[in-house]
Each structure stands twice: as structure tokens, then as C-alpha cells.
């Protein structure tokens, strides 16, 4: 009788056996997504990415295993970490920032790659066309040019007695010299001086607004960059507890009390990334998609901010902001 019951166990055991190979024969095995971000993530960057993956019905740790590598805010060990990724054989790289972009191009011309960046991607020398981008490359861009002058435009409505406004630049920011040069050439324009000031680090930040003091600048642009970005919220609550109307771009650095923002729509920007991040886990080709690129900008101002720094807000900015927060 225990000879018979063991063999039985036995059939039963080879049987499941054999049904869980079947099993796993059928089921591919969960693509791997790498995720290369210029700087430290932030909450909404990757909801937003996220969302636009479930679109293509992908979902991190159901069906898709995601490795997330940060430069957090130091571009040079970009390299290394696409590197990592590559050697890790993902399935996909999405870049988030120009720095992470340029970094993943260069480690691989076999693994797929989508950008997710906030300038123009034929300048930057990531694609040739914005048609037919290359063989293992494709992406989301936004605004293409212009945001420094834009920002400082505004920012001198806002201030029109004011003879010398700041531009805060990431001195580690391949777009750096370009940002300045925009800046200087509408500041000769419209009769301001231009005081530039440096951070590529939080500790940094400090020193950059005590410099703006020191100048007697009467308020500060912030130009574009990923590591500015994930540390919007910071850059806002230092410009009002310093008292300097600034202007830079997103939700978070206007309400945490920087004057105005003006930019990309960054949550769309990073949806739609996610979203060609799925279509190409699904299947499809990077050859066979264009260049995705941004509906538009916008444009946040803070009244509350602008009532503290004793601004009148004009008009005219008023009239033109997507949102105000009173």
C-alpha cells in the first residue's frame, strides 16, 4: 500500500511538473525596463511616466520589471550608469533630461532608447529629424526655444524699474553657455544688466542668493535644468523666505512661493514618454515614430507671493497665465 500511495505521489508530482513548464512556455518572461534620470526623481515625474505606461498596458512589478539608476544632480556619473544598464541587457532605456539622453545614446546603439527632454533634440544632437529620428532612438520633447527670454521677459514686466535681474545657471548643464547668450542678448535689448550666478549642488544654493543679494538684483531667473527641477519646492521656498521675486517652471516651484512660473507641461512631457516607453515594450519600432512634442507652455502666477514682495501684478500677466494661485 505505501509502494502504491508513493507512486502515486510521484505521477502527480511529474504532472504538475510538467504543466508549470507548459505554463512558463506560454508566458514570455516580464520585459526590463531601465530608467536613467539626470537628477532625483520626483513624485510627479514618475506618476506621470507610470501612467503613461499602464496606457500600453504595462505595469512595474505586475508584468515589467523597472531598474531606476539616478545621477541625482551629478551629470559625469551619467556615463557609468547607462553603462550599468546596458550591461544589465534591459529590455528599454528611458532617459529623463538631456544629460541622461546624450549619456544613453552613447552607451548603445542596440538597446532602444526614449528621452524624455525639455529641448530641442536636433540641437542637442540627439536625432537628425524629428520624422525619422534613427534606428534605436525616439523621445519627447518640449518647448524648443526661448524660455530663458521668455522667463526674463516676464519677469522684467513684473519689475520694470529694476536695473539688474539674476539668472541662476547649473554650471554642469551642456545647454549652459546657450542659456546665458539667450539671457544677455534680450538683456541688451530691453536695457537690463544680467548677473549670473552658479549652483550644481543644493549647498550651492545659498551662496548663488547671497551673491543676488550682495548685486542688488531685483529678482532672478532660474534656467532650465533636471537637477533645478527636482529641487523646485526648494528653489521656491528660498526665493520667497530671501524675498527675491523669481520666476523658473512647475506647479511645485510656484507654490512653494516663487513669484510666476513659465514652461513646458512637464506632466504631459513625461506621459507621453511613458506612453512610448509602452508602445515600444509592446513592440513597435523607434524608426517607425516621430519625435513626440509638447501641446504648449504653461504659465502659473503667485499672487499671494506678489501681495508679500509688494508686487502689483500687471495686467497683462495676469490675463496670460494658465493659473493663479491666490
Known amino acids: 500500500m505505501a509502494m502504491k500511495l508513493t507512486r502515486r505521489k510521484c505521477v502527480a508530482a511529474i504532472g504538475t511538473a510538467l504543466l508549470s513548464r507548459r505554463l512558463n512556455?506560454?508566458?514570455?518572461?516580464?520585459?526590463?525596463?531601465?530608467?536613467?534620470?539626470?537628477?532625483?526623481?520626483?513624485?510627479f515625474k514618475l506618476s506621470a511616466f507610470y501612467e503613461g505606461l499602464k496606457v500600453e498596458g504595462f505595469s512595474r512589478n505586475q508584468n515589467l520589471t523597472v531598474e531606476y539608476h539616478s545621477a541625482d544632480g551629478d551629470y559625469a556619473r551619467l556615463p557609468e550608469l547607462a553603462a550599468d544598464l546596458v550591461n544589465r541587457?534591459?529590455?528599454?532605456?528611458?532617459?529623463?533630461?538631456?544629460?541622461?539622453?546624450?549619456?544613453?545614446?552613447?552607451?548603445?546603439?542596440?538597446?532602444?532608447?526614449?528621452?524624455?527632454?525639455?529641448a530641442n533634440p536636433i540641437e542637442i544632437g540627439l536625432v537628425a529629424s524629428l520624422n525619422h529620428p534613427g534606428a534605436n532612438i525616439i523621445g519627447v520633447a518640449g518647448m524648443a526655444d526661448g524660455r530663458e527670454r521668455r522667463r526674463l521677459?516676464?519677469?522684467h514686466a513684473a519689475l520694470p524699474t529694476a536695473p539688474v535681474l539674476g539668472l541662476l545657471l547649473n554650471p554642469?548643464?551642456?545647454?549652459?553657455?546657450?542659456?546665458?547668450?539667450?539671457?544677455?542678448?534680450?538683456?541688451?535689448?530691453?536695457?537690463?544688466?544680467?548677473?549670473?550666478?552658479?549652483a550644481n549642488t543644493g549647498r550651492e544654493f545659498g551662496n548663488a542668493f547671497a551673491e543676488l543679494s550682495q548685486s542688488r538684483a531685483g529678482g532672478l531667473v532660474i534656467a532650465d535644468d533636471e537637477f533645478f527641477l527636482s529641487a523646485s519646492a526648494e528653489l521656491g521656498a528660498l526665493a520667497i523666505r530671501q524675498s527675491v521675486p523669481a520666476i523658473f517652471q512647475g506647479a511645485a516651484f510656484a507654490s512653494a512661493g516663487g513669484l510666476m512660473s513659465?514652461?513646458?507641461?512637464?506632466?504631459?512631457?513625461?506621459?507621453?514618454a511613458g506612453t512610448y516607453s509602452g508602445l515600444i515594450l509592446a513592440g513597435a519600432a523607434?524608426?517607425?515614430?516621430?519625435?513626440?512634442?509638447?501641446?504648449?507652455?504653461?504659465?502659473?502666477?503667485?499672487?499671494?507671493?506678489a501681495k508679500?514682495?509688494?508686487?502689483?501684478?500687471?495686467?497683462?500677466?495676469?490675463?496670460?497665465a494658465t493659473t493663479l494661485l491666490r
Open 172 to 198: 554642469q548643464n551642456s545647454s549652459h553657455d546657450a542659456q546665458s547668450n539667450d539671457a544677455f542678448a534680450l538683456a541688451q535689448e530691453i536695457g537690463v544688466q544680467i548677473r549670473l550666478v552658479r
Open 308 to 320: 508679500s514682495l509688494g508686487i502689483v501684478m500687471p495686467q497683462a500677466i495676469i490675463d496670460q
Open 262 to 272: 513659465y514652461g513646458t507641461r512637464l506632466a504631459e512631457l513625461y506621459h507621453q
Open 25 to 43: 512556455a506560454q508566458q514570455p518572461p516580464k520585459p526590463t525596463l531601465g530608467i536613467l534620470d539626470s537628477a532625483a526623481a520626483t513624485a
Open 89 to 118: 541587457q534591459v529590455t528599454l532605456i528611458s532617459a529623463f533630461g538631456t544629460s541622461a539622453a546624450l549619456a544613453a545614446k552613447a552607451a548603445t546603439t542596440k538597446i532602444s532608447i526614449v528621452f524624455a527632454v525639455d
Open 153 to 155: 521677459e516676464l519677469l
Open 286 to 305: 523607434p524608426a517607425d515614430l516621430p519625435i513626440y512634442q509638447s501641446s504648449g507652455a504653461e504659465m502659473i502666477v503667485n499672487l499671494r507671493s
